[in-house]
């Protein structure tokens, strides 16, 4: 079995170490094959329990949706949400996370994954379920969390940025921010968070939008 077959017999990119048990049943022994396939590039092991199919020309993983099946509960978050959404100019090369459990960070065969810990009433508010288009979905902070976990849980402690410093620093396109934040999610994100800048943000976001429905 080379990998064609294999990802016709899994049904997708992303499996377990038991998906792949399955697809191999048929074979006297398993864990050679297994071996085999590792050795000759055509799987890749991410972690313990979990594997991609090489990518081709064809198809390949998907590289937000490992970061949700690597260490969870978590959703992403910070930069790398801020580039899905479309908010920052820069393609982010960590995928960043954040997670109900300790801090961990996992350097994979396909990339880096960092997870910073958030209390868990916090965890909860504004995540959101984005289908992916091979059909799957994955747990995305929306972008005003996105923008509030970087400046409480990124940011040093000890950094006396204003908001708008947070904005120039990130090169946020404040047209597309205007654009996709809703300020019902903000103004209870800020109540949750209970952070100066999370308030700078709402009151820049609520002058903005005031602005902009009067201009």
């Known amino acids: 079995m080379d990998k064609h077959s294999l990802r016709k017999s899994i049904g997708r990119e992303e499996f377990s170490y038991q998906s792949l048990l399955v697809a191999l049943e048929n074979y006297k022994a398993p864990l050679q094959k297994i071996n085999e396939l590792l050795k000759s590039k055509q799987i890749v092991r991410i972690k313990k329990g979990l594997y991609v199919i090489q990518p081709d020309e064809t198809k390949s993983y998907n590289p937000l949706l490992l970061a949700n099946l690597i260490y ?5 978050s910070f930069e790398t949400a801020l580039s899905y959404w479309g908010l920052i100019p820069e ?3 960590t995928i960043q996370s954040v997670t109900s459990k300790k801090n961990k960070e996992f ?12 209390n868990k ?4 508010l504004a995540v959101l379920l984005e289908k992916q288009a091979d059909g799957d979905h994955i747990f995305m902070a929306s972008p005003e969390k996105a923008l509030i976990d970087y400046m409480t849980l990124s940011l040093s402690k000890k950094t006396k940025a204003r908001f708008i410093d947070v904005l120039e620093d990130l090169r946020i396109d404040e047209s597309e921010l205007i ?16 952070h100066p800048l999370c308030l700078e943000f709402l009151i820049y976001m609520e002058s903005k939008i005031e602005e902009q429905q009067n201009g």
Do not use: A, F
């Not at 969870?72 to 992403?76: A, N, R, T, V």
């Not at 654009?179 to 209970?194: C, P």
């Open 121 to 124: 009433d916090r965890y909860k």
């Open 107 to 118: 350097n994979t065969p396909v990339g880096v994954y960092t997870y910073r810990y958030l």
């Open 91 to 93: 393609r982010v090369e």
């Open 72 to 76: 969870g509960p978590s959703y992403i």
């Open 179 to 194: 654009k996709q934040i809703k300020l019902s999610s903000l103004r209870s994100l800020v109540q949750h968070y209970n």
